[in-house]
T-cell receptor, first 112, second 113 residues
Framework: DAKTTQPNSMESNEEEPVHLPCNHSTISGTDYIHWYRQLPSQGPEYVIHGLTSNVNNRMASLAIAEDRKSSTLILHRATLRDAAVYYCILTARIQGAQKLVFGQGTRLTINP | KAGVTQTPRYLIKTRGQQVTLSCSPISGHRSVSWYQQTPGQGLQFLFEYFSETQRNKGNFPGRFSGRQFSNSRSEMNVSTLELGDSALYLC????????????FGPGTRLTVT
């Protein structure tokens, strides 16, 4: 399974944008980029996924580098509820997302 | 639509015992995956079931097993419990194996003493 590298922790202020980086230099052409987050005392929650193009949904945006060796999860206006551990995960396209290989993730702290 | 439910939510067992954890996926979902979360190892994939068959397995000893029933409900069993099995066990479901979004339950917190 291809590896991802994320900062251990990040801090931001409420109502400001947050950019969470992820490096995946060994990504293959068939790997999707997934982001999940885990709020305190809860199971992980799907945030967004993409393959090559930038993606937007109601929760966040995903910006994927042209060479696909890195990506950035963007929370446009952070709230206190966004404080969580964010995981960047690669999944083989042929497998779907049935085997998620979690790294250590980035612990995001939001200051009021 | 109800989310993924896991029972029990908390469990205390003694070394050497065995334990069975249950997961009910979201109605209509047919794929169920199990994960173990510990402070040291993080979230690790255990196995995945679809149509009552194990489709994928992580690197865990044979003491960890599971099954899936015709109604897609799943159970996982851990035999001969060890202290290191203390963890949060999470279940996730999706409609089909090729879906790109999994829905996680709240987990079962197992403590082995």
């Amino acid at each position: 399974d291809a590896k991802t590298t994320q900062p251990n922790s990040m801090e931001s202020n409420e109502e400001e944008p947050v950019h969470l980086p992820c490096n995946h230099s060994t990504i293959s052409g068939t790997d999707y980029i997934h982001w999940y987050r885990q709020l305190p005392s809860q199971g992980p929650e799907y945030v967004i996924h993409g393959l090559t193009s930038n993606v937007n949904n109601r929760m966040a945006s995903l910006a994927i580098a042209e060479d696909r060796k890195s990506s950035t999860l963007i929370l446009h206006r952070a709230t206190l509820r966004d404080a969580a551990v964010y995981y960047c995960i690669l999944t083989a396209r042929i497998q779907g997302a049935q085997k998620l290989v979690f790294g250590q993730g980035t612990r995001l702290t939001i200051n009021p | 639509k109800a989310g993924v439910t896991q029972t029990p939510r908390y469990l205390i067992k003694t070394r050497g015992q065995q334990v069975t954890l249950s997961c009910s996926p979201i109605s209509g979902h047919r794929s169920v995956s199990w994960y173990q979360q510990t402070p040291g190892q993080g979230l690790q994939f255990l196995f995945e079931y679809f149509s009552e068959t194990q489709r994928n397995k992580g690197n865990f000893p044979g003491r960890f097993s599971g099954r899936q029933f015709s109604n897609s409900r799943s159970e996982m069993n851990v035999s001969t419990l060890e202290l290191g099995d203390s963890a949060l066990y999470l279940c996730a479901s999706s409609y089909h194996r090729t879906d790109y979004e999994q829905y996680f339950g709240p987990g079962t917190r197992l403590t082995v003493t």
